[in-house]
Nanobody, 126 residues
Framework: QVQLVESGGGLVQVGGSLRLSCAAS????????MGWFRQAPGKEREFLAC????????RYADSVKGRFTISRDNAKNTVYLQMNSLKPEDTAVYYC???????????????????WGQGTQVTVSS
C-alpha cells in the first residue's frame, strides 16, 4: 500500500503561482510512476502531468504545458506540481496518483493508477 497526501492548495489570483506537494509513504517511492490530475465540478478527472520513476522523464497535458512543472524528490518521497500563470479554468481539486506497474508512456491513463491522494482544492479568482 502507498499513502499519498497532497498539500499546498489554496486561493490565488489570476496570473499567480502555487506549488503543490504530494508526500508518499508505505513503499519505496522510486518504484512508482507519479501523476497529477484535477477535477472541476461537473467534469471528469483530467490528466495534467506524470513523471518517471527516476524523475528524468515528464509528460504534460496540452492545457498546462509551459505553465505547470512536475518534479520529484525521491529522497523526500515527494512529488511536486509547480503551477504558474494560473487561470480561472485551473480551479479544481488536484490529486496526485501513483502506479507501481504503469509504464511512463501510459502515464495519462487515469484508470490505471492504483493509489490516489485525497485531493487539495485550488481556486483561481479573477
Amino acid at each position: 500500500q502507498v499513502q499519498l497526501v497532497e498539500s499546498g492548495g489554496g486561493l490565488v489570483q489570476v496570473g499567480g503561482s502555487l506549488r503543490l506537494s504530494c508526500a508518499a509513504s508505505g513503499r519505496t517511492f522510486s518504484d512508482y510512476l507519479m501523476g497529477w490530475f484535477r477535477q472541476a465540478p461537473g467534469k471528469e478527472r483530467e490528466f495534467l502531468a506524470c513523471i518517471g520513476r527516476s524523475g528524468g522523464l515528464t509528460r504534460y497535458a496540452d492545457s498546462v504545458k509551459g505553465r505547470f512543472t512536475i518534479s520529484r524528490d525521491n529522497a523526500k518521497n515527494t512529488v511536486y506540481l509547480q503551477m504558474n500563470s494560473l487561470k480561472p479554468e485551473d480551479t479544481a481539486v488536484y490529486y496526485c496518483a501513483a502506479s507501481g506497474t504503469l509504464s511512463f508512456y501510459r502515464g495519462g491513463r487515469r484508470n490505471e493508477y492504483e493509489y490516489w491522494g485525497q485531493g487539495t482544492q485550488v481556486t483561481v479568482s479573477s
